[in-house]
């Protein structure tokens, strides 16, 4: 064996499950050997980097099913409104923002904050002294925004789109500062302050270097942003390395042609050193507290029976082209009726291999569908974090609205795993904290609505965000692994990720973080 790059050694491997090996190699970008330490000796080159990891546990890198981090700085920006409770905290929040060229920017806003009172900007409009406002929620499907806002982007009532999307109204036609979903969102960004492209990039090194520091080496990037993205990492790669690698889906919405659908195939050859394109991102519905959630029966308020795609035949169709080109998709499916269409349309599609198919977030979904994951092959998708979203009790607006029986039923990640279906998990940051040590632990122990379900097992939750990720995205057969030939993507932990209790883990500092061979974090 040539001479490695890199040697670690005094480490417990888990690959993901324990070894018994104590000493990698890394050259090349790969895995070159793995061993004892006395291997190791034998291994070193004399211009080879040895790391001793103190004993900590060496696992594959661990992905981040799902992320925005280039899409999620454009939401993240401004007054972070996420610890706001109460419409009281909520106003005295915006009474002291500060301004951006003007603006009052906010996210994180929590559905629950309303107390169940419609979604209104005259709840808040007297403390922004007549400035323009632009409120996220936390849900990244829906925003309030003040009179001036609306003025300014000419929004005066409803309007019709090719999506599901609606300009909330009152009864007497006038726009309540309510969007709901993508394209009636969309309206709001050309008038809103706009990031400039050297702070878009110094926040994108600074956010991916933050990541990295939680364990992450590798993020599925589900949209391909609003910008120029590829040319983007190019730019950054020109200067040096990406801190992870991403893997991007750009978006396929409904009204979408033939050659709108070409262009997202052949977009699939774009690629850097660490990033690459990788898919197509569909929405088959919104969200539960928001109303979009596509469901079999209407929710509390009589939403939620409409599908994102007006004519849920034109998805099955846009599935179908991508899968005949060898593409995978991913779609965003939260209601049990866009789960099932999803199902279906795959299930349409035939065996005999092909891409892989795997749908996202899955917060509620009936008994009934639970093995069709697995006999289809497709991947679920779930994001633990957003559990916190929800309370125990069922008070809460996602709960409210679903009903008891369907709340029952909430992210049903274990009763996945146990009817055989592969299971990546995400954090959807902006949504929720990017923290991989967090979505290990509320995989284990789900909060809120889930909170009395069983959580997975340490090791299942380790093999959500590595091996069961590399088959999500296709690249069993390169990454995932402890194994020479694959991917060097490493992460080291000072506790054992899956005997070490849910809340020890969560808090555990990493060791070091290596993606493509390359050390991107170390303490």
Same mark, same amino acid.
């Given at each position: ?23 990698? #190699? ?5 895995? #070159? ?70 603006? &009052? ?41 003040? #009179? ?31 969007? &709901? ?55 950054? %790669? ?57 469901? %079999?029966?209407? =929710? ?10 007006? =004519? ?25 009726? #866009? ?91 902006? &949504? ?73 883990? %969560? ?17």
């Amino acid at each position: 064996m040539s001479a490695p790059d890199v040697v670690l050694v005094n480490a417990r491997v888990r690959a993901p499950e324990l070894t018994g090996h104590t000493a990698v #190699a890394v050259r090349d970008g790969l895995i #070159a050997a793995v061993g004892d330490d006395t291997d190791a000796r034998a291994w070193r080159g004399p211009g080879t980097e040895t790391v001793d990891l103190g004993g900590a546990t060496l696992t594959p890198g661990l992905t981040d099913a799902h992320s925005h981090p280039v899409w999620g700085l454009e939401m993240f920006t401004g007054t972070d409104l996420s610890a706001v409770r109460d419409l009281g905290e909520l106003r005295a929040a915006l009474a002291r923002a500060e301004r951006r060229d003007g603006w &009052i920017i906010g996210f994180g806003l929590d559905h629950n904050v309303f107390g169940g009172r419609p979604v209104h900007h005259d709840l808040v409009e007297d403390v922004l002294g007549g400035a323009p406002a632009h409120l996220r929620l936390y849900d990244g499907h829906s925003v309030l925004v003040s #009179a001036a806002a609306l003025r300014a982007a000419g929004i005066d009532g409803p309007r019709a789109f090719a999506q599901r999307s609606e300009i909330v109204c009152d009864a007497g036609g006038r726009p309540t500062g309510h969007l &709901i979903e993508h394209a009636a969102m969309d309206l709001m960004t050309p008038v809103l302050p706009a990031l400039p492209p050297a702070e878009r990039s110094a926040r994108l090194v600074d956010l991916l270097t933050s990541m990295a520091a939680t364990g992450l080496t590798g993020a599925h990037v589900m949209d391909l942003g609003g910008h120029d993205v590829p040319g983007l990492l190019t730019a950054l %790669e020109a200067e040096g390395d990406l801190p992870l690698r991403l893997r991007l889906a750009p978006w396929c919405m409904p009204g979408a042609d033939r050659e709108e659908l070409e262009e997202l195939v052949r977009l699939q050859k774009r690629s850097g050193r660490l990033w690459r394109v990788g898919g197509v991102k569909f929405f088959m519905d919104g969200t539960v507290e928001g109303g979009t959630a596509w469901l %079999e029966h209407a =929710d509390c308020h009589g939403q939620g029976t409409d599908a994102f795609w007006p =004519d849920p035949a034109a998805y099955t169709a846009a599935v179908r082209h991508f899968h005949e080109a060898g593409v995978g998709t991913a779609t965003h499916a939260i209601g049990d009726a #866009a789960v099932r269409h999803v199902l279906d349309t795959v299930e349409s599609l035939g065996g005999g291999g092909g891409p892989r198919h795997r749908i996202e977030h899955i917060e509620t979904v009936p008994d009934g569908q639970l093995g069709r994951f697995a006999a289809l092959g497709v991947v679920a998708s779930m994001q633990p974090p957003h559990t916190a979203y929800t309370r125990a009790d069922h008070t809460d607006e996602w709960s409210k609205r679903l009903g008891e029986e369907r709340a029952e039923r909430a992210w049903r990640c274990r009763d996945l795993r146990e009817a055989g279906a592969y299971l990546a998990l995400g954090s959807d940051w902006p &949504i929720a904290h990017h923290d991989a040590r967090q979505v290990l632990a509320t995989a284990r122990a789900p909060r809120g609505a889930a909170s009395a379900r069983h959580g997975l097992t340490g090791l299942m939750a380790l093999e959500g965000m590595t091996t069961h990720a590399a088959v999500a995205a296709g690249e069993e057969r390169i990454a995932g692994r402890i194994t020479p030939g694959l991917r060097a993507d490493l992460t080291a932990f000072t506790v054992d990720p899956v005997a070490a209790p849910a809340d020890e883990t %969560e808090a555990a500092p990493i060791r070091l973080t290596m993606a493509g061979g390359r050390i991107t974090y170390r303490s």
